[in-house]
């Protein structure tokens, strides 16, 4: 069974300060993915990796940079958390496309920046 | 750049009453679509995807969607809802080539009444 597991389910910081949250996965998957949850918006991608010190930016790569030195290991960082990064953060990893090709989810972060 | 539109923000049903969920997207070339499923205090995780062949695809727990290249829908459905079909639903489009980031819709909460 695929397992992504993400660092907190909940968490607070303040304005200002520097957040790492962390994602791992144990199917040895090529490709992981950062996204959002907001209620309305549905996710929307933050950052991508297909490989190990490779990334892209998604839709919405402002505020948020990542690092991916590992290959299970895929961390999404927000330089200086503002109150507008308030959200459910969703990581996934899926092997290359194929056919059977789909995305595993992880539980979620969610974060609140006072 | 591909587009998902979910017209339904929050559909109310009988348990038994049969569902119809719709999605659109847009894109001009071949795309791979997906339905996941977001349970209350749940990950998301995959109901059904397209990739190719028969339109008509079935999923998990009774699921169905059919693709209709016509009219760019993915449209998903159920016969008779069940109570513990209560979830938010999200439709997602991959282009068949290039990158393999998914883009979602803004979702359809679903509440399904005993």
């Known amino acids: 069974d695929v397992k992504v597991t993400q660092s907190s389910r909940y968490l607070v910081k303040r304005t200002g300060e520097k957040v790492f949250l962390e994602c791992v996965q144990d199917?040895?998957?090529?490709?992981m993915f950062w996204y959002r949850q907001d209620p309305g918006l549905g996710l929307r991608l933050i950052y991508f990796s297909y490989d190990v010190k490779m990334k892209e930016k998604g839709d919405i790569p402002e505020g948020y940079s990542v690092s991916r030195e590992k290959k299970e290991r895929f961390s999404l960082i927000l330089e200086s958390a503002s109150t507008n990064q308030t959200s459910m953060y969703l990581c996934?990893?899926?092997?290359?496309?194929?056919?059977?090709?789909?995305?595993?989810f992880g539980p979620g972060t969610r974060l609140t920046v006072t | 750049a591909q587009s998902v539109s979910q017209h339904n923000h929050h559909v109310i049903l009988s348990e038994a009453a049969s569902l119809e969920l719709g999605c659109n997207y847009s894109?001009?070339?071949?795309?791979?679509l997906f339905w996941y499923v977001q349970y209350p205090g749940q990950h998301l995780q995959l109901l059904l995807k397209?990739?190719?062949?028969?339109?008509l695809v079935k999923g998990i727990k009774g699921f169905e969607a059919e693709f209709i290249k016509s009219k760019f829908s993915f449209n998903l459905r159920k016969p008779s809802v069940q109570w513990s079909d209560t979830a938010e639903y999200f439709c997602a489009v991959s282009p068949n080539f290039g990158n393999e980031k998914l883009t979602f819709g803004t979702g359809t909460r679903l509440t399904i009444i005993p």
């Open positions: 397209y990739f190719s062949g028969d339109p």
């Open positions: 996934a990893s899926s092997p290359p496309r194929r056919s059977d090709y789909e995305q595993y």
């Open positions: 894109y001009g070339g071949t795309v791979n």
């Open positions: 199917m040895d998957h090529e490709n």
